[in-house]
C-alpha cells in the first residue's frame, strides 16, 4: 500500500495548539495524551536510530514511534505481534461474525461513563452468546469467541458497538463430542440473541443506577431522578436492539486475514484523509445505508479533531476481550480439548529459533541493515548530566 498523502498527525501539528487552548476545560489528559503522543510520533522528539548496510553502506534514518493505540501510525507492529499468537489458537472449523449494537437513545449516556457502560456492553454481549448457544433447542455448546470494541462510525460520529468472532460450534456440555452448527451458513437466531441482549444490558444498567456507579451531566442530568430513569429504560425495553449476523468467514487462513485488518482499528486511516487545508479536512467514508457507496465528508479541521478525540478509551480499558472457553483462564486447556474432540493434535508449541526476527534487508541492494546509531528522546537528553569534556570547556 502507498504511503497516504495526508496524515492525522499533520491535522493535529497544524491545529493541536489551538484546539488544546481552546477546549482545555472539556479535554481529558487521556486526549491530550494522544494528541502529544501523535504530534512527536516518528520524529526526533521520540529519539531514534540509524541503520547501515554492511553491503554497500546506504544508511537510513529512522525516528521512533509513540506507540499509542489512538495512533493510526502505530498499530501495524501490535497488529502483527497479536495475530501471531491468535494463528496458535484457531480451530479447522468456519468462524461467524456478529455485531451488537445499542440504541441510539443511550449514546449520550455511554459517554459521560464510558468506563462503566464498555463493560457492561462487553459483558451482555457476551451473556447473550453464551447464554443461547448453551439452549439445546439452538446449539447446546459451550461456546468461545473474542470480542472487539468499536465507538465510531464512517463519518467519526459516536457508534459503540461490538464485534463478535465466534468459531462455528463448540464442546458438548459434557466435554465428549464437537457439536457443530445445524447449518454451515447459520449460527445462533438473531431476533433470540437480541432479547436476551437487550434484557443483560438493561439489568446491568439498572444495577449500576441502583449502586450509584453513574454520573448524570448536561443532557443526562434529568436521568438522575429514579422516575425518569425507570421511564427510560422502560422505553428501552420496548425497542429494538439490534444484533446483526455477518456471512461467515470460512477457514481460519480467512479469519486471520480479517483479524490483521480490523482487530487493531483506530477511529480513521490516514489513508482515508483526502484532503487537509488549514481550515477543513476531508475524508473518505462509505454510505452503508446505500450499499456501500464511497462518499467524501469535509468538516472544520477543530470539528474533526473533536470526533476524532471522542473515540480515545478511558486509561488501561482493554478493547479486545475473551469469553466463554476462549477466556484467559480456560484457553489453553480448552483448546488442547477442543482440538482432540475435532481429531487434530494440540497445536505444537513455536520453535524458539522461529522466534528470532530476521535482519532487514537493505532497499537498495539486500544487505543486512545493522544499527550503527541511537539517538535519545529529547526529553531524556535535557535531563542527562553533561559530559566530562563539556564541563571541562
Given at each position: 500500500m502507498s504511503r497516504p498523502r495526508f496524515e492525522v498527525a499533520q491535522i493535529v501539528r497544524i491545529a493541536g495548539n489551538q484546539f488544546r487552548k481552546r477546549y482545555r476545560s472539556a479535554l481529558t489528559w487521556p486526549q491530550v495524551k494522544v494528541l502529544n503522543a501523535i504530534t512527536r510520533c516518528?520524529?526526533?522528539?521520540?529519539g531514534g536510530h540509524r541503520k547501515r548496510c554492511e553491503r554497500c553502506g546506504h544508511d537510513t534514518l529512522l525516528y521512533h514511534?509513540?506507540?499509542?493505540?489512538?495512533?493510526?501510525k502505530c498499530q501495524t507492529q501490535a497488529r502483527n505481534s497479536w495475530v501471531e499468537k491468535r494463528q496458535q489458537e484457531l480451530l479447522?472449523?468456519?468462524?461467524?461474525?456478529?455485531?451488537?449494537?445499542l440504541p441510539h437513545q443511550l449514546v449520550p449516556l455511554i459517554w459521560q461513563n464510558k468506563r462503566v457502560l464498555y463493560r457492561l456492553l462487553f459483558h451482555a454481549s457476551a451473556a447473550a452468546l453464551t447464554q443461547v448457544a448453551a439452549q439445546p433447542r439452538y446449539l447446546g455448546a459451550q461456546t468461545g469467541f473474542l470480542s472487539i470494541l468499536h465507538t465510531w462510525?464512517?463519518?467519526?460520529?459516536?457508534?459503540?458497538?461490538?464485534h463478535c468472532v465466534v468459531p462455528g460450534g463448540g464442546p458438548s456440555p459434557e466435554h465428549d463430542r464437537w457439536v457443530h452448527p445445524a447449518r454451515s451458513d447459520f449460527l445462533l437466531p438473531v431476533k433470540k440473541l437480541s432479547a436476551v441482549y437487550r434484557t443483560q444490558f438493561l439489568d446491568g444498567l439498572a444495577k449500576a443506577f441502583a449502586d450509584k456507579t453513574l454520573v448524570f451531566f448536561g443532557e443526562c442530568q434529568q436521568l438522575a431522578?429514579?422516575?425518569?430513569f425507570g421511564r427510560f429504560i422502560d422505553d428501552l425495553r420496548n425497542r429494538d436492539w439490534i444484533v446483526y449476523a455477518k456471512p461467515p468467514f470460512g477457514g481460519p487462513e480467512h479469519v486471520l486475514q480479517y483479524l490483521a485488518r480490523y482487530t487493531h482499528r483506530v477511529a480513521i486511516s490516514n489513508h482515508r484523509i483526502v484532503n487537509v487545508t488549514s481550515d477543513e479536512v476531508t475524508f473518505r467514508w462509505k454510505d452503508y445505508r446505500h450499499n456501500s457507496r464511497p462518499r467524501t465528508m469535509t468538516l472544520a479541521i477543530d470539528e474533526f479533531l473533536r470526533r476524532f478525540l471522542h473515540h480515545v478509551l478511558p486509561k488501561g480499558f482493554p478493547r479486545i476481550r475473551y469469553?466463554?472457553?476462549?477466556?484467559n483462564r480456560n484457553r489453553a486447556g480448552m483448546l488442547d480439548l477442543c482440538r482432540r474432540l475435532l481429531g487434530h493434535m494440540p497445536t505444537p508449541e513455536p520453535d524458539s529459533e522461529s522466534?528470532?526476527?530476521?535482519?532487514?534487508s537493505c532497499p537498495?541492494?539486500?544487505?543486512?541493515?545493522?544499527v550503527v546509531e541511537r539517538f535519545i528522546p529529547f526529553y531524556l537528553a535535557i535531563v542527562q548530566p553533561k559530559s566530562p569534556v563539556l564541563d571541562s570547556t
Open positions: 516518528r520524529t526526533p522528539a521520540l514511534s509513540c506507540r499509542n493505540r489512538h495512533c493510526p479447522p472449523v468456519g468462524y461467524f461474525h456478529l455485531v451488537f449494537s462510525g464512517q463519518t467519526l460520529g459516536r457508534h459503540p458497538h461490538i431522578q429514579p422516575e425518569r469469553f466463554g472457553w476462549m477466556a522466534q528470532n526476527p530476521v535482519p532487514e537498495l541492494c539486500r544487505g543486512v541493515l545493522r
